[in-house]
């Protein structure tokens, strides 16, 4: 019996010698204090701040994002200083002298006392200065008082981060009241106006010739020579024929000189009348004619066997009959043409018709209209269309539209003859509503939605209805209200970037 409790003992002792040891329960790690993150716009910079809650004797890291809001780009130099001003009286200093990455600048608060305080946040550059206040709030005694965890979110929001705006296109503005027309979209074409293209055409047959022939797209002057046209040599067309009629007018010529100084002296001697001396004088001048006739002729066809002519050459000038630009040739030099062809067409693009092409439905509110817009594609914003010329009074039978047309002055060459563009017309009718750039309008499936900048980098998606339109603004009937800064540059972006599922990196100093 003693043997069996010494071997049970022993066992016992084996047992719990390989027992396992349990280790013990790491210590609770602190909740990290709440981050608190504001927004402030000035009309100079837009101020974006986060910093955890601010607790008496404990570091608190501010990572401040000042925009110029000159170009929506951050502000890479400059001093910030955090001042904390305390009910008491009290106050304290923090401050950098430039920032840790453009735009951002880290700055640490140590708060000496608690309760309720006043943050400015001042800064000093030489691109802008500009000073942000941020009131109510609190400095905990201890950390055990400071809030943890995050804010319950009222409502859903998507980021878009300072580092992506700051090297993007970006940039906001805030949605303003103010009067809207009653308008009307429709096609429209860009015509030559009345009177606005010509066509040079060869007035005869002959041999084109010049100096330096318009080519496309030349800017030619009303009057400006174009080409000249040598005509064919008249009868006797050979070189013979022409040197007899010139040998046979040197002749006549020799004659009648002769003819003319007997004539002097028979009257001077009174044995003839005057009148022998004035026919003869007559018949000189006729010799003297005949002689440069054929003089000329010679001349003529030998312009006339040569491509370019010759100088002093019996050639038609062809003069541009309008100013504008030479959109059409044919011509070349040493061409043969025939009387009638067409060799140059000018349309002076200067002033164009542009002619809305409206609907017959709205023929009687035709006549209350007060201006109208073009809308070309590739510009960012419509340009006034100009003065009203007509309003058609003859519905086109296959369309069922009638034109409204209007004279655009088109010197910076923004429109192209023949080019499709989009007319709104605007009539008497008006009305308040709340406006925003169209640029601010993205399409999303289909429906107009805009993007809400709550803060710094969160913002907000929503649908809009979208009444008139006018001068690059859009009337918003539903979804947005004055006074709320909405994207009107990047929206898209944002778009895109709220579908992608990678998370940039933030980059932000805390």
């Known amino acids: 019996m003693k043997r069996l409790t010494v071997f049970a003992l022993t066992l016992c002792l084996a047992g719990c010698a390989t027992a396992p040891v349990p280790e013990p329960k790491p210590a609770a790690e602190k909740p990290e204090r709440r981050t608190e993150s504001t927004t402030f716009w000035s009309d100079r910079t837009e101020l974006f701040m986060e910093f955890p809650e601010l607790v008496q004797g404990q570091d608190s890291r501010f990572a401040i994002h000042f925009t110029g809001l000159s170009d929506f780009k951050a502000l890479a130099a400059g001093r910030c200083e955090v001042r904390v001003k305390y009910e008491d009286g009290g106050e304290d200093k923090f401050s950098t002298d430039a920032p840790s990455k453009p735009g951002i600048f880290g700055v640490t608060v140590k708060p000496t006392h608690t309760g309720k305080a006043t943050l400015e946040i001042q800064l000093t550059s030489v691109k802008v200065s500009d000073l942000h206040v941020l009131k109510d709030v609190t400095v905990y005694a201890t950390l055990a008082e400071a809030p943890t965890g995050e ?6 929001t998507m980021p878009f981060l300072k580092e992506q705006q700051w090297a993007l296109d970006f940039g906001t503005s805030l949605a303003q009241t103010g009067t809207v027309k009653e308008s009307m979209t429709v096609p429209a074409e860009v015509t030559a106006r009345s009177g606005g293209q010509a066509q040079v055409v060869a007035p005869l047959g002959g041999r084109l010739t010049g100096d330096n022939f318009p080519v496309l797209g030349t800017r030619v002057s009303q009057g400006q020579v174009l080409a000249s046209v040598i005509p064919p040599t008249s009868v006797p067309n050979d070189r013979a024929g022409l040197d007899l009629a010139k040998a046979e007018a040197e002749t006549a010529l020799d004659y009648a000189r002769k003819d003319r ?7 001077t001697a009174g ?8 026919e003869a004088q007559t018949a000189e001048a006729l010799a003297e004619a005949r002689l440069r006739a054929a003089d000329e002729r010679i001349r003529q066809f030998e312009s006339s066997r040569s491509s370019e002519g010759s100088a002093g050459s019996p050639a038609f000038a062809l003069r541009a009959p309008i100013t504008g630009t030479v959109v059409e040739t044919s011509a070349a030099p040493g061409t043969t043409l025939k009387g ?10 200067s002033r164009v018709y542009v002619s809305a092409i409206v609907p017959e439905a709205d023929y009687p ?12 594609p590739g510009m960012d914003r419509p340009i006034p269309a100009g003065r009203l010329i007509t309003i058609g009074k003859i519905v086109d039978a296959p369309s069922r539209t009638f034109p409204v047309v209007y004279e655009f002055n088109n010197d910076a060459g923004r429109i192209a003859i023949n080019q499709t563009v989009t007319a709104r017309l605007f009539f008497s009718g008006s009305r308040q509503a709340v406006l925003v750039p169209e640029s601010a309008l993205v399409d999303d499936g289909g429906r107009p939605v805009v993007f809400i900048q709550r803060e710094g980098e969160a ?17 918003i009937v539903t979804g947005l209200q004055a006074g709320d800064r909405i994207v009107t540059k990047g929206a898209y972006l944002i778009r895109l970037s709220a579908l992608s599922s990678q998370i940039p990196a933030h980059g932000h100093v805390h």
Do not use: C
């Open 271 to 278: 044995a003839a009348p005057r009148k022998r001396q004035d």
């Open 151 to 156: 804010e319950p979110a009222t409502e859903e």
């Open 459 to 475: 913002f907000v998606r929503r649908p809009v209805t979208v009444g008139y339109r006018q001068s690059g603004m859009a009337e």
């Open 261 to 267: 100084t007997r004539a002097e002296r028979l009257v």
């Open 340 to 349: 009638g062809e067409s060799l140059f067409q000018i349309v002076d693009t």
């Open 365 to 376: 509110k035709a006549r209350s209209l007060s201006g109208a817009e073009i809308e070309v």
